[in-house]
């Protein structure tokens, strides 16, 4: 299952390299609802989310020919764009607008819309729970410090200000929590 | 700092989290450029710190977004290469966080914008001659060739101004689709191109493409020796761009013999 789904993906990335829509139209179903969500959680605005998640497909659509498939998983891939695209909409926008964003909290009021397939669904909600519960291996102090790193994209001199803390430590604080948190996450590959 | 003060193992989280300056980010990608051992770890870090995405709570999205991406990749290319500008400006500016901030003079910065809005258009002019060129070319090219396949494409009566035709060159495995008066399809929607060869029921995919009623030359490509040879027929259907890859939508325009 693990060894198909992955080389579905690789077959799909190949086709939209050929320009094949249904192709992409396959890969956004897979992937859009969680990338929507990384950027939601960082901007907190629906409509910047949007343009992140259309950003990425449309950086797929051009550069699909020229990603390595050895180099990174596909997942890894679209997650370093979006986190890239996401990050920088979040500066633009601090530095324009000097507003605070609203919260992701915001969000979690809402109810969730489920997307039209059931299996993709079941499938997220369970590298999710995977995740979450690797996530919740970790001490507090080197999650926090991660997460401020990855979803609002602060320095390791922002993140030290903003904990009260000393470079070193949150150096040190970050590399033992990737380091626990790839343990945790052990050999998994999302099915 | 030296290289011999910088450890991988030690670096290679912070650059996953895009947390290093420069130099850093120089290294540890020559690391893991000259050894496979190094990129492979590079690449679990760079697994695990996505992995991270995966926690984010699942959100309403708006159910016309994908509509909104095939609009937006139908799109002319001066919108995508103004769009593309943004996040290497934005880039270039988080890369300059790191070091003393300089403040430039307003009129230095006006003249800047507008040389790069000049040099946008030079850019936009060039890139769509040299697509047109490079059109031109490839139909000249397939035409020389002593195995080129030619049809005349007639519109149906779905298209009835509709006309074209259809260079088929086997040795490369291209097909170039010439069209005039051949309607813009609304969003979502795509012209696919089937070959229907003698004695078959089901039509075969050879590609599909957009296009302008003004005139549209796309270049397909498709290894398939149905798409490639002489067939009794070549058909264009107007197709939802997610639709199966069967002919479910309008016919709109058929070779002649």
């Known amino acids: 299952m693990k060894i198909e789904s992955a080389f579905n993906e690789a077959s799909l990335l190949k086709r939209i390299a050929q320009q094949d829509q249904a192709a992409l139209a396959a890969l956004y179903d897979r992937y859009a609802r969680i990338l929507y969500a990384v950027a939601f959680k960082s901007l907190g605005s629906a409509q910047e989310s949007e343009e992140v998640v259309l950003d990425v497909f449309s950086q797929v659509w051009r550069t699909a020919a020229n990603y390595d498939l050895t180099r990174s998983r596909i997942d890894t891939w679209l997650f370093m764009i979006v986190r890239s695209r996401t990050l920088d909409r979040l500066r633009r926008l601090q530095r324009a607008t000097k507003i605070a964003l609203a919260s992701a909290d915001a969000a979690k009021s809402q109810p969730h819309q489920l997307s039209d397939d059931p299996i993709e669904d079941v499938l997220l909600s369970e590298r999710r729970a995977h995740v979450l519960t690797a996530i919740a291996q970790l001490p507090e102090e080197q999650r926090q410090a991660i997460e401020l790193a990855y979803y609002k994209g602060l320095t390791q001199l922002e993140i030290a200000a903003q904990l009260g803390l000393s470079l070193g430590t949150v150096k040190t604080r970050i590399r033992l929590g990737l380091s626990k948190l790839r343990i945790a996450l052990g050999t998994w590959e999302p099915s | ?257």
């Open chain 2, 1 to 257: 700092m030296n290289n011999e003060d910088r450890c991988f193992c030690e670096l290679a989280p912070l650059y996953a989290l895009d947390l290093l300056d420069e130099q850093d980010q120089t290294w540890i990608e020559q690391q893991a450029a000259a050894s496979s051992d190094l990129a492979t770890e590079l690449a679990d870090i760079q697994a695990t710190v996505g992995a991270i995405s995966y926690s984010a709570e699942p959100v309403p999205m708006a159910t016309d977004l994908k509509d909104r991406l095939f609009q937006r990749l139908s799109q002319p290319v001066a919108t995508e290469l103004v769009r593309d500008l943004r996040p290497r400006q934005a880039e270039s500016q988080r890369l300059d966080r790191s070091s003393p901030r300089r403040r430039n003079p307003k009129w230095l910065q006006v003249g800047g914008a507008i040389a790069t809005l000049a040099l946008i258009a030079l850019f936009v002019d060039n890139y769509r001659l040299r697509q047109t060129t490079q059109e031109t070319q490839s139909v000249i090219a397939a035409l020389q060739q002593p195995d080129t396949i030619l049809y005349t494409l007639r519109g149906t009566e779905k298209a009835t101004n509709a006309s074209g035709s259809l260079v088929i060159n086997p040795t490369q495995k291209t097909l170039t689709v010439l069209t005039q008066n051949l309607p813009n399809l609304p969003s979502g929607q795509t012209y696919r191109l089937w070959a229907m060869p003698k004695g078959a029921t089901k039509p075969s995919f050879c590609g599909q493409f957009n296009s302008r009623t003004n005139g549209t030359t796309s270049q397909l490509s498709n290894s398939d020796a149905v798409c490639n040879g002489a067939v009794s027929q070549m058909l264009i259907t107007a197709e939802s761009a997610t639709a199966p890859l069967v002919p479910a939508g309008d016919l709109v325009m058929k070779s002649v013999l």
